[in-house]
């Protein structure tokens, strides 16, 4: 079976560094994605990984290590708009590069 | 550049009946996925389409059904509405379902059955 496993909620302080873990088990793969969903909105695209190492853009930075079938996200220096779900995502090569979903990570920023 | 548009933004239904949720992705953008979102459960992928072609189907019953058009524009149908039905129904488009191509979502459209 498909399966991505994240933290249902994290907190973390307003301009300080928090990492978001993704773990997945999957037949195939090809290809990591995150997304951004503010309340209320639809997701947005942050970030894509499909070969091992770190992609950097800006404050967010995403990870990937597909021998461990395992992602994170960093965020730094982070801000109260930060304050959303991060969705993560792995397209499986062997279901015709379906992409399937993690439930999200919550991720409340305060003060 | 316009983003992707759905139509309607809200909508109440009575059970049993059937509804239509349309979906413009972005110009240039042929392939089109349809999600349903609700509290706790993520986002469970409902179908993809590629040049009016099905692609992948997710594990929903046969009420769930939809199509593309030859201007990529796609419709979703569900048949005898159900009280469970009731969610946030997200269309995203994508110049193609390979490689790093994102998908772009649309607002939504908001289903309550009651």
């Known amino acids: 079976g498909q399966n991505i496993d994240q933290p249902t909620e994290m907190t973390a302080t307003e301009g300080a560094i928090v990492q978001i873990n993704c773990t997945y088990q999957t037949s195939g793969f090809n290809g990591l994605f995150w997304y951004q969903q503010h309340a209320g909105e639809a997701p947005t695209f942050l970030s894509y990984?499909?070969l091992d190492g770190l992609e950097e853009k800006g404050r967010f930075s995403s990870f990937l290590s597909r021998s461990k079938g395992y992602s994170y996200l960093l965020l730094k220096e982070l801000q109260m708009k930060d304050s959303a779900s991060y969705l993560c995502?792995?397209?499986?090569?062997?279901?015709?590069?379906?992409?399937?979903w993690g439930a999200g990570t919550k991720l409340i920023i305060k003060p | 550049k316009a983003g992707v548009t759905q139509t309607p933004r809200y909508l109440i239904k009575t059970r049993g009946q059937q509804v239509t949720l349309s979906c413009s992705p972005i110009?240039?953008?042929?392939?089109v996925s349809w999600y349903q979102q609700t509290p706790g459960q993520g986002l469970q992928f409902l179908f993809e389409?590629?040049?009016?072609?099905?692609?992948n189907k997710g594990n929903f019953p046969g009420r769930f059904s939809g199509r593309q058009f030859s201007n990529s524009r796609s419709e979703m149908n569900v048949s005898t509405l159900e009280l469970g039905d009731s969610a946030l129904y997200l269309c995203?488009?994508?110049?193609?379902?390979?490689?790093?191509?994102?998908?772009?979502f649309g607002s939504g459209t908001r289903l309550t059955v009651v």
């Open positions: 990984n499909v």
């Open positions: 389409y590629f040049s009016e072609t099905q692609r």
């Open positions: 110009s240039g953008h042929r392939s």
């Open positions: 995203a488009s994508s110049l193609g379902w390979d490689r790093g191509y994102g998908y772009t």
């Open positions: 995502a792995v397209r499986v090569l062997d279901s015709n590069y379906q992409l399937i």
